[in-house]
């Protein structure tokens, strides 16, 4: 795909279309709406949220509140045209709307139906971070793809996706929806996921719009504490954060939301320089910007903003196009375009971007699905379910194994850790598609294996350990293997941690579990890198499963019994010991490089590297790596490696390539990714690997936001992960 853009006759139709709209519905088109929830308690639906996130009431007291409560659809405002957008997941009530708006408001504009479908609508995915690490973009576009398909059939239109935040520091809870910390791997990533979302040409019917989110540098928030500031050069946002956007801006993304954040001490909901200079005209982005819920209010907050008036006006002139849920534009913009405090141009620029986007997906033409549609994926098709499996495996990674792996079918396992045993949990953060009859617990996942396994809850992130419980089930084991993490709700939006160690008394299971001196395996069940120096220390064998979706169950057994040899590799720095965040391997490079002296860049109390580095992933086979060649062309540098598999099991290496530039004009990197490859060995098997990188690609940018290409030394490293590397050093002229 290239950049999004109407066709000649698309755009025709738009101009037509917008001539004869009066202000009020052109402002109408830039509000976007859920529905609001009336009755049935006392006080406001955002107060009671309120109460129940701080623990002042329960679960089931707000269900019993809730059981009163109606739905508001603010049908009449979209029979007036004041309605552009809606956020919705039933297909029935999109229909109904749809008919109100294109058959009963005064032009007949469809609505844009969005949902949040981050890592799969109803076949659901591995989080963000974890199908990252399957390194493969066929993998990326195809869950995408699945999504698309699903989400369509309920008339969703547009899904808040990809999230393509650079994430740096593991106790941020939106790591679990950013494919981590890289941005040339996040790059492959949002090109595939837009690919996948949207299909080749705008408009199909079983494709959706993107939304790359959160622009930008949301990653960045200072302590890792979700919706803080941030503030950095220019020339580490275009550098180290913008990457992946303007990847998928070059691939063809519709739309994109605006971070909570300010940036530089500018929201980067009212922020001109991000969003008219870096990404409307630099990146010449032709789609919409949406805010993100109620953000546009939040500046009175953030003290940009003295009211919401003054928030409106703000927004629509740095370029800010449509407003969640605000109500900012749907109050107050149209008397400003009125007074003139705000322009009949910038209105008609909001409006003409949104209706662009509304005219390519084909919702002039087809505003409906049928009957048959919102039946299609009631009972999951067995393609979708292999795809989350295959997504899955792929998605673990081995970080520990001292030979206890694999294990053997008619080894007795005792299965410990409440994890194992709650499907929903599987799912992870922001997989509101989810439904648990599609949803496969380790324990089921283990049986339907064959294993012959004795299961006991014994301890989860928040519940105490049993001791008793524990011994029972090892009593007659060969193996235990523990479950052992975090619940979905410990991470994704507003779960920023600050300890990043097992939470709860997890540690002590695992303790426990070794005093009885049969191997221990721990599978790891989380949203975010843990701090796990103790258990790399201690227990034998430890996998990375993540919250791999659907297909959890069947994906971990595959790879605890050696159907499948885990070939995952981590697409984020794992810290030793919180303290250590945020922690990222191409980091700049300082005057002081950490080493055993004091007086280096170093704590005192924590050790020099991180516990498991980026790219990190092991194998139950070997991989060698030999013979590394450079070789300079008129535009690129290649690099030649042998891979050998010294083991006894076939597997797939993702041979990764690094490059240092060593002295520039700006601080650099120590090293940064810049290619990988996949390779498939059986056992005693070589093969060359050929990576090439473009000299284009070596250059940055500077604070001034010249990109420069600079004559000089660059060191090249390929290997398994960015700590062990084979290196070779190049002198470049361009």
Request: aromatic letters at 8%.
């Amino acid at each position: 795909m290239a950049k999004f853009t109407l066709r000649e006759e698309q755009a025709l139709k738009v101009e037509e279309l917008l001539k004869k709209m009066t202000v009020a519905e052109k402002v109408g088109q830039l509000h976007q709406l859920s529905p609001s929830i009336v009755g049935g308690f006392d006080v406001s639906f955002e107060e009671l949220i309120e109460m129940l996130t701080e623990g002042r009431i329960t679960n089931e007291e707000f269900g019993q509140m809730m059981e009163g409560a109606e739905r508001d659809f603010h049908e009449e405002e979209i029979r007036e045209g004041r309605i552009g957008s809606f956020l919705l997941d039933d297909p029935e009530k999109a229909n109904e709307l749809q008919r109100i708006a294109v058959e009963e408001s005064r032009l007949g504009i469809p609505l844009l139906i969005g949902f949040d479908v981050i890592h799969g609508f109803q076949t659901v995915f591995p989080i963000p971070l974890g199908e990252a690490c399957t390194w493969n973009q066929e993998l990326f576009e195809a869950s995408a793809s699945i999504a698309a398909k699903e989400a369509s059939s309920h008339n969703i239109r547009w899904t808040f996706a990809p999230m393509v935040d650079i994430a740096r520091d593991a106790r941020w809870g939106r790591i679990s929806e950013s494919p981590g910390e890289d941005p040339y791997l996040a790059g492959v990533y949002s090109r595939a996921k837009v690919r996948g979302f949207q299909g080749k040409e705008p408009g199909g019917q079983e494709h959706i719009a993107a939304c790359l989110k959160h622009f930008a540098a949301y990653g960045a928030v200072e302590s890792g504490q979700d919706y803080n500031t941030v503030s950095m050069a220019h020339s580490m946002l275009h550098n180290g954060y913008l990457p992946p956007v303007k990847a998928a801006v070059e691939e063809g993304a519709m739309t994109v939301m605006a971070a909570f954040n300010d940036y530089n001490g500018v929201p980067c909901t009212v922020n001109p320089y991000l969003l008219r200079k870096v990404l409307k005209k630099d990146y010449g982005f032709e789609g919409f910007v949406v805010s993100d819920a109620t953000a546009i209010k939040e500046c009175v907050a953030h003290g940009i903003a003295a009211d919401l008036a003054d928030a409106s006006k703000k927004a629509i002139e740095a370029g800010m196009d449509m407003d969640m849920n605000s109500h900012a534009y749907h109050n107050h913009l149209e008397t400003q375009v009125e007074d003139k405090t705000v322009s009949i141009e910038t209105l008609n620029e909001a409006v003409r971007r949104v209706l662009s986007v509304k005219m390519a997906l084909g919702l002039f033409e087809r505003p409906y699905v049928s009957e048959e549609e919102m039946k299609r994926y009631e009972e999951l098709p067995k393609e979708h379910k292999e795809a989350a499996l295959e997504t899955a495996k792929r998605s673990i990674v081995l970080l520990k194994n001292e030979q206890v792996l694999p294990l053997r079918k008619d080894q007795k396992i005792a299965l410990v850790g409440e994890l194992a045993d709650m499907p929903m949990e599987v799912l992870g953060a922001w997989s509101l598609g989810g439904r648990e009859k599609d949803c496969v617990s380790i324990y089921q996942g283990l049986k339907d294996a064959g294993a012959s396994v004795t299961y006991q809850t014994c301890c989860g992130p928040e519940s105490d350990f049993c001791k008793e419980a524990l011994m029972e089930a090892a009593e007659d084991a060969d193996v235990i293997v523990a479950v052992v993490g975090e619940t979905s709700a410990m991470s994704g939006e507003a779960a920023s941690r600050s300890d990043l160690t097992l939470p709860g008394q997890q540690q002590e299971l695992l303790k426990e579990a070794l005093a009885t001196g049969k191997p221990v395996v721990a599978v790891l069940m989380n949203g975010r890198p843990l701090a796990l120096a103790w258990e790399q220390e201690h227990v034998p064998a430890i996998l990375e499963c993540w919250q791999l979706g659907i297909e959890m169950g069947h994906a971990v057994a595959d790879v605890l019994f050696g159907a499948y040899n885990p070939s995952g590799k981590l697409s984020c720095t794992f810290p030793a010991v919180t303290g250590q965040c945020p922690r990222y391997y191409n980091h700049p490079s300082t005057g002081r490089p950490a080493g055993k002296s004091k007086f280096t860049s170093r704590y005192l109390d924590a050790p020099l590297a991180p516990l498991y580095p980026f790219g990190y992933g092991l194998s139950y086979t070997e991989y060698r790596y030999e013979g590394f060649q450079l070789k300079e062309t008129e535009t690129a540098v290649l690099a030649q490696v042998t891979v050998r598999n010294e083991g006894s099991y076939g597997g797939e290496e993702t041979v990764q390539l690094y490059v240092r530039d060593v002295t520039g004009s700006l601080v650099r990197p120590v090293k940064e990714l810049k290619g990988f490859q996949k390779v498939r060995l059986s056992p005693g098997e070589a093969k060359k690997v050929l990576l090439s990188v473009e000299k284009k690609d070596l250059g940055f940018y500077n604070d001034e936001m010249e990109y420069l290409l600079e004559d000089g030394e660059f060191i090249f490293y390929v290997g398994g992960n960015s700590r062990d590397c084979m290196e070779q050093e190049i002198s470049l002229k361009f």
